[in-house]
């Protein structure tokens, strides 16, 4: 069972900044696009932004200028940095590891919650 471990949420006021970390295997993290994904109450779950093994980034319309997507590929460990925090942004943060090529793979963290409420 391959983990994927999120840290860094939690409740922050609007304007403020927050950084979230995921973990993983050193087997899957080399070989992965990784990304975050977000998922509001009673919203689909929707794209923050990737980025690839090589360090090409992609982000959602909606964070672009705000959000920055990095990854430590020493440490095995990717980072979003949430800067100028809106209410919207209050979601559940998922990190996401894949393949698309043999051998392929697909896998997602447990999710940790941002709060964005003064």
């Known amino acids: 069972q391959v983990q994927l471990v999120e840290s860094g949420g939690g409740l922050v006021q609007p304007g403020g900044s927050l950084r979230l970390s995921c973990a993983a295997p050193a087997s899957i993290f080399r070989l992965s696009v990784m990304g975050w994904y977000r998922q509001a109450p009673g919203k689909q779950r929707e794209l923050v932004a990737t980025i690839t093994s090589s360090g090409g980034t992609d982000y959602g319309d909606s964070v672009k200028g705000r959000f920055t997507i990095s990854r430590d590929n020493a440490d095995n460990t990717m980072y979003l940095q949430l800067n100028s925090l809106k209410p919207e942004d209050t979601a559940v943060y998922y990190c996401?590891?894949?393949?698309?090529?043999?051998?392929?793979?697909?896998?997602w963290g447990q999710g940790t919650q941002v709060t964005v409420s003064s």
């Open positions: 996401h590891a894949h393949k698309t090529s043999f051998p392929r793979f697909d896998y």
